[in-house]
């Protein structure tokens, strides 16, 4: 076929152009717009250059959140990509039992997050909650994530393990259905264990997958808002305040948008640079290179 | 080193198959002499993988039993086997070192570190890849790839047979005829028994002492490649080994003259009297190499118009129509060239008579 030039056809991406003009780019200016001054109220606002990045920088409560945002974004990862290969790992590889699985262990992610929110709140309620009245009252151990940070924490990451683990569990599966049966049969003829099996067919097989898994379990759970924000509002105390709570606060709370915007810019940058590491290790650990 | 028995090994995928034609191997008895080289031969989907995979163990079969040296190994699994098996495309532990892929099989069987350092030093040798031995085995090519997995299964000393499901699919004509060689060479030095599934003739008759030929789930002639190209004892055997294929006429047999479409052609006496018990189609088979084609008319010739001249070099593939029935035949290079009418002669001992595709004998 013979091409031609025809600089109409930049036209065709004018649509897509506006779509993220509208999504991203044009909201990212007005973070940045804002993060570059100190707004008093309509149409009163001083440029203030990166005072407003210092102060975030020195701001103690947010130190907190960030800690307490890694903290919480280690452990959902810790627990969540094991199990949810261990899932994929015990899961039919044929028959009924495979549809039958998949359905069942989809169905937590099919909730809307904010459901899943008001549902763990009555699962865990001490009088009423099928878990909180069992503990307090049948094992006789207190337990109320409203008072008690170690509780809510714990309620937290029950929930948390038990909406997203079944996304991790499915793209394992996904990868583990992907291995062609030859190396299995190599894997027996070689003496192989099953363990063994495992560590060197497997796993390296599911890289892929399992590093999406990993980038998606990492962004979302460190940007997690509407679970924590319904379940514990942040309490008790601060105790559950993640970063995003905590902007929130600063940003509709108390209406502090220089600081809210400057604050964006940093939790954007923190989740990039973490997403690019992640990716670059996991893909290196493939490669061939010496030993 | 074993050697190896089929009893009546029979293998269907279906759960609960009825039909002949449910299976993927119908009821096969053979031996593997222990040492022996051979060349599991025959098309696509004719059951040697699964054959080969009975043979491992990775297959049980439906019914019947696999005997190595006596024992009945049936219901054990390939690890239990002692067996090695190449597959067709090359199988790697990507995150291990060459070295480690090559020990693997060894270290798995708690083979001492110095025995498994000596074996792998030796079975790199033989395989060229000495000096991959530190890389990681993911980064390398294809062909580098594939030797791998050669190398682990040739690294076992002791395993009762090495299998081999075309191994050399992947790699280029020239690798593929230097690895054969010494796969031949592996065998002649340590005489392991060595079985090797193909589906090229070529490949077969260049490395096996004994090539068995598979059709439809069975095997249907065992022997020598000059065997096989002597004496066929199946349509298939002389229609499949050798370039042309033997040529085959349906006849009608009356005495020991046979009749293809009222032209008759003398046959071997023993072949006629055979055929007095046969039942079923009749034809008759002979390979190109032994139609004898005469440019002038002959005594005896039969007079068959001259269609096509292939030049093949060395030799020439002439086609001819006889009774309307098409016939290949070689014609040495320095032979009068025929044209237009050409003059044949079935030699009778080099003529042979098939009945429903089997041999008369």
């Known amino acids: ?291 | 080193m074993a050697r190896i028995e089929f009893n009546d090994v029979a293998h269907s995928y279906l759960r609960n198959p009825k039909k002949e034609a449910d299976y993927a191997i119908k009821t096969i008895s053979n031996c593997w002499d222990d040492g022996g080289s051979y060349a599991l031969l025959g098309p696509s989907g004719c059951g040697k993988t699964t054959l080969l995979n009975i043979i491992s163990g990775l297959v049980t079969p439906t019914k019947g039993r696999v005997l190595y040296n006596g024992v009945d190994v049936t219901a054990l699994p390939p690890e239990k086997r002692n067996i090695a098996q190449v597959f067709q495309f090359p199988v790697l532990y990507d995150t291990m070192s060459v070295y480690d892929n090559l020990a693997f099989p060894l270290r798995n069987r708690h083979i001492e570190n110095k025995e498994v350092d000596k074996r792998v030093q030796q079975v790199a040798e033989i395989l060229d890849l000495t000096s991959f031995l530190q890389d990681r085995a993911a980064g390398l090519a294809a062909d580098a790839k594939q030797k791998i997995s050669l190398g682990r299964g040739l690294v076992r000393s002791d395993v009762a047979a090495i299998l081999f499901d075309e191994p050399l699919t992947v790699i280029d004509p020239y690798l593929k005829w230097l690895l054969r060689r010494k796969l031949k060479e592996i065998h002649e030095q340590l005489k392991l028994t060595m079985i090797y599934v193909t589906h090229d003739q070529m490949e077969a008759l260049t490395f096996a002492e004994k090539v068995v030929v598979m059709y439809e789930g069975e095997i249907v002639q065992t022997g020598t490649p000059e065997d096989l190209f002597e004496n066929p004892e199946h349509r298939f055997v002389g229609y499949f080994i050798g370039s042309p294929g033997m040529n085959f006429l349906e006849c009608r047999l009356d005495g020991n003259v046979a009749y293809v479409n009222g032209t008759g052609i003398k046959l071997e006496t023993k072949t006629a009297d055979a055929a007095q018990n046969a039942r079923g189609k009749m034809e008759l088979g002979i390979r190109p190499k032994y139609l004898e084609i005469s440019s002038k008319p002959v005594e005896n010739g039969l007079e068959a118009a001259v269609k096509n001249l292939e030049d093949l070099g060395s030799y020439k593939i002439v086609t001819v129509m006889l009774q309307n029935k098409i016939l290949h035949a070689w014609l040495p290079e320095d032979s009068p060239v025929p044209s237009g009418k050409a003059w044949i002669i079935f030699p009778p001992q080099k003529t042979k008579l098939y009945a429903d595709g089997r041999l008369v004998k």
Request: hydrophobic letters at 55%; one cysteine or more.
């Open chain 1, 1 to 291: 076929m013979n091409k031609w030039e025809n600089n109409r056809a930049w036209l065709l991406t004018v649509p897509v152009l506006i779509l993220v003009a509208f999504s991203s780019i044009i909201p990212l200016m007005t973070v940045i717009n804002y993060s570059v001054q100190d707004i008093m109220g309509e149409g009163q606002s001083l440029f203030v250059g990166t005072e407003m990045f210092k102060a975030v920088l020195r701001e103690p409560r947010l130190h907190e959140a960030l800690w307490r945002q890694f903290l919480f974004s280690a452990l959902v990862l810790l627990i969540e990509m094991p199990l949810g290969v261990l899932l994929a790992l015990a899961m039919p590889k044929k028959g009924w039992g495979v549809s039958f699985s998949l359905v069942v262990i989809a169905l937590p992610l099919l909730i809307p997050w904010n459901t899943i929110g008001s549902i763990w709140i009555i699962f865990v309620r001490p009088d009423i909650g099928l878990f909180g009245h069992f503990i307090n009252n049948v094992l006789g151990i207190p337990f109320d994530h409203t008072a008690r940070p170690l509780d809510a924490w714990i309620t937290l990451m029950f929930m948390e393990v038990w909406h997203w683990t079944p996304l991790v569990a499915l793209l394992a599966y996904a990868g583990l259905r992907a291995i062609p049966e030859v190396y299995y049969q190599a894997a027996k003829i070689d003496g192989s264990s099953p363990w063994k099996t495992f560590w060197y067919i497997q796993l390296p097989k599911m890289r892929g997958v399992l590093t999406i898994a990993l980038l998606l379990r990492f962004m979302d759970s460190f940007l997690i808002y509407a679970e924590p924000f319904v379940l514990t509002g942040g309490g008790p105390g601060n105790a559950t305040t993640f970063l995003s709570i905590y902007l929130v606060k600063l940003a509709l709370g108390q209406f502090d948008l220089g600081t809210a915007g400057a604050f964006s810019l940093i939790y954007f940058l923190i989740v990039e640079v973490l997403c690019f590491v992640f990716y670059q290790v996991l893909q290196n650990v493939g490669k061939g290179a010496k030993t």
